[in-house]
C-alpha cells in the first residue's frame, strides 16, 4: 500500500513504532491511522486503554497486550510472526513507545534478526514540554522517571547538579511535590524550573520559577499537583553550582555544631546565600 507520493504505508513483516497523542485524541498523524487500521495486529500496552483511540480513528484491527510485565515473553512470539511475514504494530497509553514506556527488548530482538523496524513519529511529552518551555532546547538530557526512593532520586540529582544542558524528567502527581522538595535539598531553591502539566489537555499550565517559588506555589494551589508532569531543569551555570555547593557544606558543618538559626545566619553571612533558601534546607535536613 502506498500514500499520495508513492511512499509505501505498510509493508509486511514489519515491526511499526507508532506514537499516540498524549492527551487530545486529535494529535494523530495521517500516516499513523492508516498503519493501524492495515497491519496484522497491534501490540498495545493497554488494550482496554487504547480502544478508545482506536474505536475514534474506526480501527478494527487486533490487538494483544506488551507491557511492562509480558514484554520478554511476547518478543519471541511477536518476533515469529514478524518473520512469517506479518506485519506489527507497537503502541503504547500515549506518546511515543519505548520512551519511559514498553518496546525496547522487541525492538532489539527484531533489528537483531534482520526485521525492518519503522518508526512513525508524533506525541512525546518531553519533546512537546521543552518546546515550549523556553528554556534551551538546542541541547538537553532526558533522564526519564526518578526513582521512587528519595535516597536514590537525592544521589542522582547530585550526579546531575553540573549538567549544563536543560534536564528533562518525568513525574508522577504521587510524588511530584517530593521531587521538587529533593531537588530543593540537593540544588538549593534558587535553581529555574519549568513544569508542563497535563499537557495538550483541558487543564494544560505550563509554569515557569525557581525551585523554591515552584513549591510554594504548588503547596498553595493543590490543583497544581494533579495530573501528569513533566519537569524540566535549567542546565547549572557552573560557577553558580560551586558556590551553592560550597554553602550547603558550610551549613552542614556549621548545623552539627550550632543551633539551626544560628547556623543559617552564620552560613548566610558568610557565603552570601539567601538566608531564607538556607533556611528551608536545613528544616529539611533535620525533618
Ligand atoms: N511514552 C510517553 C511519551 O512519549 O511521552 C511517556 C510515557 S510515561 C509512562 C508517562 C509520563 O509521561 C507521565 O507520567 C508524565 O510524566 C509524562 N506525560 C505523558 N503525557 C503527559 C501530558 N499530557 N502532560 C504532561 N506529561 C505527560
Not at 513549591?215 to 560551586?242: H, I, K, S, Y
Amino acid at each position: 500500500m502506498r500514500d499520495l507520493f508513492g511512499v509505501i504505508v505498510m509493508q509486511k513483516g514489519s515491526l511499526y513504532l507508532i506514537a499516540t497523542p498524549i492527551g487530545n485524541l486529535l494529535d494523530i498523524g495521517f500516516r499513523a491511522v492508516e498503519v493501524l487500521k492495515t497491519v496484522d495486529v497491534i501490540a498495545a500496552e493497554d488494550t482496554r486503554h487504547s480502544k478508545t483511540l482506536l474505536q475514534h480513528y474506526q480501527i478494527d484491527t487486533k490487538m494483544i497486550s506488551m507491557h511492562a510485565h509480558n514484554e520478554e515473553l511476547r518478543v519471541g512470539q511477536l518476533l515469529a510472526w514478524l518473520q512469517d511475514g506479518q506485519s506489527v504494530a507497537v503502541i503504547s497509553d500515549a506518546g511515543t513507545p519505548l520512551i519511559s514506556d514498553p518496546g525496547f527488548p522487541l525492538v532489539r530482538a527484531a533489528r537483531e534478526a534482520g526485521v525492518q523496524v519503522v518508526p512513525v513519529p508524533g506525541a512525546c511529552a518531553a519533546i512537546v514540554a521543552l518546546c515550549a518551555s523556553g528554556l534551551p532546547a538546542d541541547k538537553f538530557v532526558f533522564e526519564g522517571f526518578l526513582s521512587a526512593k528519595s535516597g536514590a532520586r537525592q544521589k542522582r540529582l547530585t550526579e546531575l547538579q553540573d549538567e549544563a544542558r536543560t534536564v528533562v524528567f518525568y513525574e508522577s502527581p504521587h510524588r511530584i511535590m517530593a521531587m521538587l522538595a529533593d531537588m530543593m535539598t540537593v540544588l538549593g531553591g534558587g535553581r529555574k524550573v519549568v513544569i508542563g502539566r497535563e499537557l495538550t489537555k483541558q487543564y494544560e499550565t505550563i509554569h515557569e520559577d525557581t525551585i523554591e517559588g515552584m513549591l510554594a506555589w504548588m503547596t498553595a494551589d493543590p490543583n497544581q499537583q494533579r495530573g501528569e508532569f513533566v519537569v524540566m531543569l535549567a542546565g547549572a551555570r557552573v560557577d553558580d553550582n560551586a558556590k551553592q555547593t560550597q554553602s550547603l557544606r558550610m551549613l552542614k558543618v556549621l548545623l552539627a555544631e550550632l543551633p539551626l538559626k544560628q547556623a543559617v545566619r552564620l552560613c548566610a553571612e558568610l557565603s552570601g546565600a539567601k538566608k531564607n533558601e538556607l533556611y528551608e534546607i536545613a528544616l529539611q535536613w533535620q525533618s
